[in-house]
């Protein structure tokens, strides 16, 4: 659909990092700095134990980029990476995050933080960890990436990284627009900063 759209000479701006959006058209979240302030957030708190979950491998080309920030973390706090916490959910619910969490404890994988790669993600998580009876923020803080509303909803309160919807539309509108009007695009890829919404889950 895009295609044919963009064969008539319509404007295509891309507002999210996916493998199919165009570099020279793009307003988004700054995907790694996400990955990188979750993780540094987490390791701040003395955890260094931190499980990163994500959804499906090639699903989203910004998990991507938020593990590459998960990497450069580690990296910038003196912390080797334990690939065996980088995991992916095949299935969209906890019970599958808690056959997960249970395989690596019976592997001797240790868990002292908890980040999802999607406010979602990081919500299957609370739920699994406290069936398996460990306290969060206690025993594991969880954060996630999104800033979903419904993170305000859990108990605890999920902590989040907000990527800055409003203005990322705002700032795509106007480039829209200024193309409509001069045929023209101010052209290359724009990455927003996202920001540390803290709440009790961590």
């Known amino acids: ?16 990092e996916t493998e199919f959006s165009d570099p020279e058209h793009l307003v988004t979240t700054d995907q790694f700095e996400a990955g ?12 260094r134990a931190v499980l990163a979950l994500s959804f499906t491998p090639g ?42 969490l249970r395989s690596l404890q019976g592997e001797g994988v240790a868990c002292d933080g908890f980040f999802g790669l999607a406010d979602v993600v990081a919500l299957w ?22 800033g979903l509303s ?13 990527q800055p919807t409003q203005e990322i539309g705002r700032r795509a509108f106007e480039r829209v627009l200024t193309w409509l009007q001069t045929g023209r695009d101010a052209g290359g890829t724009e990455r927003l900063a ?9």
């Open 150 to 162: 419904l993170g305000e909803w859990s108990r605890p309160q999920l902590t989040s990284i907000a």
């Open 36 to 47: 990188r302030l979750a993780t540094t957030h987490l390791l701040a708190q003395g955890r």
């Open 125 to 146: 998580g609370m739920e699994a960890l406290q069936r398996l009876n460990r306290r969060v923020p206690e025993d594991v803080p969880v954060i996630g990436i999104d």
């Open 1 to 16: 659909m895009l295609e044919s759209f963009a064969q008539r000479n319509r404007p295509v701006l891309f507002v999210d």
């Open 59 to 100: 699903s989203y080309r910004g998990f991507e980029l938020r593990l590459d920030g998960y990497r450069r973390a580690h990296a910038e706090a003196g912390v080797p990476v334990e690939e065996r916490r980088i995991q992916q959910a095949w299935m969209s619910c906890p019970e599958h995050v808690l056959d997960l």
């Open 194 to 202: 996202p920001a540390l919404r803290r709440r009790a889950s961590s």
